[in-house]
C-alpha cells in the first residue's frame, strides 16, 4: 500500500501513467472510435490533418491516419507486452540458473548473455525475421531473443544477493527441490526489480518493431505504427502529417512507459534508484 | 538562407554544390557536346545485355550494345546496325545489309559474323527470350563481312519485330566465341558496338559512360557522356530531379505519388511515351489450379468487384490506362471489341451466390493468400487496395510478403494462390502475349510462362495458327477470335496497361523517339 | 626495483592480457556467429542452396548443383559446419550470386562509410554526452539542468529513424540548409580538402540522428554519476582546501564520474551498431547498412549473414576500444593490476 502511495506521490512517474493510460484506453477503444478497418480507403489520399472528417489527414490511398494510430496502438502495445514477456522467460530462466547454481554453470551461462550483448541485436533481429518470414509471431520471437541480456544480468544479481540470505539456506536444508526454492523463495522477493526492468523492455519492444516494420519485415497484415512510418517515409515531402503522427505516438508511448518504469523503480527500489 | 549559404556558414567550399558545368558547344543542326546524368536503379549485376535481361542491365546496356534494328513508336523497324534488310516471299528468308565501317569499343570491326555467332551461338544459350526467338533460325549464312542471311525453320512473322537492342544485342565474336560465356573476364569491360562506352563503374555510386569516338554514324552520338547514378531511395531520386542533379528519369525511377507535383517542374517534360515496344500488362494473377479459382465464374466476379478506375486513381495516381484484355491497345493486333466487366459489386455478389459461395456469420465467403509482388512500396499499396475493395463482395485475403527470390519460386513453382504479374509484350502477340495462355507453355518453374495454369485447346489452335501466319489481316482476323475468347474466361484480371513516368529536361532532344524508348541508345540524343 | 618500474611493467602486463582476453572473446564470437549463419541458412524454408543462390527464377539446375557442391550440401551437418567455420577463419565469406561478386569485396567496399559514420556518431554521442551531463550535474536543480533532462528522456523515446526523417523534414526539405542523402556530392570535381568537406556536409544529419539516443543516455548517466561524486569526501575535502570550481570539475569530478559512461558506452556499442542499420536506411547512407537493407529485399544470404558478422566484430572493437578508454581515465586499474 505504501508503495502505491508513494508512486502517487511520484510526479513523472504519475504523468507517464496518465499518457500511458490514455494509450491504453485508446487501443481499446479504437474499435468503438474507428469502427472502420484502418485499412479501408474512406476519404481522398493525401488530405492535410483537419480535413473533413480526417483529424490527422489521410494517407496516399485516402486512409485515416488516426484510425491507422488507434488500432497501430493495439498492434504495437501486444507486441510489446508479448514479446518482452518472451524475452522475460528466456532471461529469467538463464539469469536464474546461474545465480541460482553458481560456479561453472553460472559461468556458462553468463558467457552465452555475454555473447548475445556482443552481436548487434537489431541485426540479428532483421536477419531472424527475413529468414523465417515476416510474421507476427516471428517478429514476437525475433525481439524476444534479442532483448532477454539485461534481464538475465539482473536476475542473476538479484538471485546471487538472495541466495545467500538465512531464509533461502533454511529451505535447501529442509531438502526442497530447486526449482521450489526457486520459484517460492527467491524469485517472489527478486521480483521488483524485474518488473521495472521489463516494463523498460515493453518500451524498446515497441521501438525496435516499428524499426523492423520500417524495414519492411512487418506483417503486411497489420496496422502499425512503424508500418505507417515506413510506409509514409517516400511521400515525407507531399504528406508531413503521415510520418509525424505515427512518429509522435510512439515517442509518447515508449516515454509514458519509461517514466512509468523509472517511477516503478523509485518507489520498489528506492535501494538502487538513481540518486537525487 | 540555403545550402550554398550554410556550407559556406560551415567553412565548406561550396564549389561542390554549384551546378555541373555541361560542356556544351554549339554546333550546326544539332548541339554537340555535354553529359547527361540520369539515374539507375536498381544497380545492374553487369552490363553485358545479352547475359542479364533485368530492366536496369537492358537500360544501360542498350547504349553499350546495338542490334540489327530500331523500331518507330508505333513499332515498324527502322534501321539499328542494318541499314536494309529484305524478307522472301515465303517468310524463310531474312537479308540483312550492315553499315559499313561499325567498330567494337576495343577497335576491331563488327561484321556478319560477328552478328551470325550473336544470334544464333550465344544469345540462345544465355537468353531466355532470344531462345525462344532465334531457335527459329534454322542457320546464319556470312556472304561478306556486311550481309547476313537467316533461313528460318519455318514462316515466323514475328521475326521483324523482334531484332531490338534488347533482344538481340550484337556481341565481339573475338572475345565471347569458344569462352565460358558467363565467365569470362571481358564481361566486367562490356565491349559492345554502342554509341557509349564504359569509362568507368563504381559500384555503389555511378556508372561513367564516354562517347564511342568509332561510331559509324555521322556527327553521332551528340552527348560527350552519360552517367547513371545509382540512388536506391525513391524519395532521394525526386529530390535529385527537383534541384536539377539529374537530367532523365525512366521507368519507375519516380515513383507515382510524385509525378504530379515534379510534373509542375519547370525545366523538365513529362511523357509516358518511348514504352510502346515493350508495352507493360499488368494483371491479377489467379492460380486456376486453386478452387474456388477454377471457376470462370468466380474469376468474372473478382472482375466485377476490382474497382479498377479507383485503384488507377488512389495506387498509381492516374497513370495508366486501364486494360480490356489480354492484349496492350499499344500492341499490334488489339482487339477493343470485347466483353467488359464494369465495376458492380451486385453483379459480382449475384456470381458467387450463383456458385454457391454463400458468406458465413463473418461475412467471408472464402478466403485466398495474395503473395505481394516484391518490387516496391506501389506493389505493396496495389495488394492493399486489391485486399479491401475484394472485401466488400466477401472475398477475403491475406496478404503475404516475401523477397524477391522467394516470390519467383512459389510463382513460378504455382505455390501461389493470387499475386500481381506485369509482363511485357514485345511489340507481337506471339512474342508476348501468346506465352501466358497456351497449354504448351505451362512449365512449372518458369517465371512468365502460363504459370495460371489456364488451358483451352481452342486458344491454343488460335494462337499457334496466328504466329506462323504471314499476312496481316489474317493474323488480326485470329488474334480478334482469341481475345474474345480469352476475356469471357478471364484466365487473369487484366488490370492495367502500366505507364511510366518519364522526366525528360527541356534542353533533351530525341530521348523518346523510338518504340523502345528509354533503352535506345541515345546516339541522337543531344542538349538542344 | 622502484615502486614506478613495477607499476610501467604492471601497467604493460596488463595490457598484453587485456589484449589476450580480448582476442579469445574475438575468436569465440567469431566462431559463434558463424555457426548461427550456419543454422539460420538451414532454418530458412526451402532448399539451402536456393536460399544462397537467392536470386530470381533461381530454378537454374546447374547453379544449384554448382552451390550443392560448392557448400558440401551433400555432406552431413557437422562437417557442412566445420567446412563453413573454416571457410570463415581464412576470411572467405563467400560469393553473392545476386551481384556476381565476392561478399568479402562488397564489404569492404561499404565499410569505411559505415566506420565514419558510427565512430562519428560514437564519438559525438560521448563526448556531448559527458559535456552535458557533467554541466546538468553541476546546475542540478537549476532550469538548465530541467531543460537538458527533459530532452534527454524525449531523445531516448524517439525512434530513430523517425528522428532522420524528421531531421530531414527540416533541414533538408523546410531549411535546405544540409544535403537529405547521400555520401558525397557524385560528378562534381573537387581537391582533397573539398571532398572532404563535402562528406562532412553529408555525415552531420546521419550522425546526429544515430548518436541522439544514446547522448540522451550518456547525458543521464554522466549527470546521476556527477552527482554521486560530487558528494563523495574528496571532493569535498577539494572544495575545503579552495581549488576553483572548474578544477575540481575537470581534475577530479569528471575522470571519476566517467568511468560508468565508458562501461555503459561499451555495452552500448552494439545497439549503436545496429542502429548504424536504419539510418543508412533513411540517408541513402552507402555503408554496411544500405547493404544489408539491399540484402534483405534480395534475401541475399550469403552478404546477410557477411555483414552481420562484420559488424559483430565492429562491436567487439568498440568494446576493446572502450576498454582501454577505461583503463586510461581509471586510475585503480593500473594499482590494482600491479599489486
Sequence with gaps: MSTLKSFLRHPTGMIGLFVLLAVVILAVSAPWLFPDDPWDMVGAPFQPPLSEGLWLGSDMLGRDVAAGIAHGARISLIIGVISTLTSLIIGVTIGATAGYFGGKVDEVMMRITELFQTIPGFILAILLVATLGPKISNVIFAIGIVSWPPLARLTRAEFMRLRGREFVQAAVCQGQRPLTVVLRRILPNAISPIIVTGSLAVASAILIESALSFMGLGDPNLMSWGFMIGAARTVIRQAWWMSVFPGLAILLTVLAINLVGEGLNDTLNPRISRKR | MNRREFAKLMGVSAVALSGIPLGITRAAGQTKGGTLNTIIQPEPPILVTALNQQQPTLTLGGKIYESLLRYSPDLKPMPGIAQSWEVSPDGLTYTFKLFPGITFHDGKPLTSEDVAFSMTKMLPETHARARAIYSRIDKAETPDPLTVIFKMKAPFAPFLTALDCTTGPIVPKHIYDGSDFRKNPANAQAIGSGPFKLKEWVKGSHVHLVRHEGYYRKDEPYLDEVIYRIIPDAASRSLALEQGKIQLTQWNDIEFYDVVRLSKLPNYEMTTKGYEYFAPHQWLELNNRVKPMDDKRFRQAIAHALDLKSMAQRVYFGMPKIATGPVSSKTRFYEKDVKRYDYSLEKAKALLDEMGLKPGADGKRVTLKYLIPPYGEVYQRAGEFIRQTLGRVGIDIQLENTDVGGWADKFSNWDYEMTGNLVYQYGDPALGVSRTYISSNIKKGILFSNTAGYSNPEVDKLFDEAASATDDTRRQELYSKVQKILVEDVPVIWMFEAAYPTFIDKRLKNVTSTGVGVHESFSSVSFG | ?339
Design chain 3, 1 to 339: 626495483m622502484t615502486s614506478a618500474s613495477i607499476n610501467s611493467g604492471g601497467r604493460v602486463f596488463a595490457v598484453a592480457l587485456a589484449l589476450a582476453g580480448w582476442f579469445v572473446k574475438f575468436v569465440a564470437v567469431v566462431l559463434v556467429i558463424a555457426t548461427f549463419n550456419f543454422i539460420l541458412v538451414h532454418a530458412a524454408p526451402g532448399d539451402p542452396a536456393q536460399v544462397i543462390a537467392g536470386q530470381s527464377g533461381a530454378s537454374d539446375e546447374k547453379l544449384l548443383a554448382q552451390l550443392r557442391a560448392e557448400y558440401g550440401l551433400d555432406k552431413p551437418y557437422p562437417i557442412q559446419l566445420a567446412n563453413y567455420l573454416k571457410r570463415v577463419v581464412t576470411l572467405d565469406l563467400g560469393y553473392s550470386y545476386r551481384q556476381q561478386r565476392t561478399v568479402a569485396s562488397l564489404i569492404l567496399e561499404r565499410l569505411p562509410a559505415t566506420l565514419l559514420l558510427t565512430a562519428t556518431a560514437f564519438t559525438l554521442a560521448l563526448l556531448s554526452g559527458i559535456i552535458l551531463g557533467t554541466l546538468a550535474g553541476v546546475r542540478a536543480g537549476k532550469w538548465s539542468d530541467t531543460l537538458l533532462t527533459i530532452v534527454s528522456l524525449l531523445l531516448y523515446a524517439t525512434p530513430v529513424f523517425w528522428l532522420g526523417l524528421m531531421l530531414v523534414l527540416l533541414f533538408s526539405v523546410q531549411l535546405d540548409w544540409l544535403p537529405a542523402f547521400g555520401y558525397v556530392t557524385i560528378g562534381v570535381p573537387m581537391t582533397t580538402l573539398q571532398r572532404m568537406g563535402d562528406i562532412g556536409m553529408h555525415l552531420i544529419l546521419p550522425a546526429v540522428s544515430l548518436a541522439a539516443v544514446y547522448l540522451a543516455i550518456y547525458t543521464r548517466l554522466m549527470r546521476s554519476s556527477v552527482l554521486d561524486v560530487t558528494h563523495q569526501d574528496f571532493i569535498k575535502t577539494a572544495k575545503a582546501k579552495g581549488l576553483k570550481q572548474g578544477r575540481i570539475i575537470i581534475r577530479h569530478i569528471l575522470r571519476n564520474a566517467m568511468l560508468p559512461i565508458v562501461t555503459v558506452a561499451g555495452m552500448q556499442a552494439g545497439a549503436l551498431v545496429g542502429g548504424a542499420v536504419v539510418i543508412e536506411t533513411v540517408f541513402a547512407w552507402p555503408g554496411l547498412g544500405r547493404l544489408i537493407y539491399d540484402a534483405l529485399l534480395q534475401r541475399d544470404y550469403p552478404v546477410l549473414l557477411g555483414v552481420f558478422l562484420v559488424m559483430s566484430v565492429i562491436v567487439i572493437a568498440l568494446n576493446l576500444l572502450t576498454d582501454t578508454i577505461y583503463r586510461v581515465i581509471d586510475p585503480r586499474v593500473s594499482v590494482r593490476a600491479a599489486s
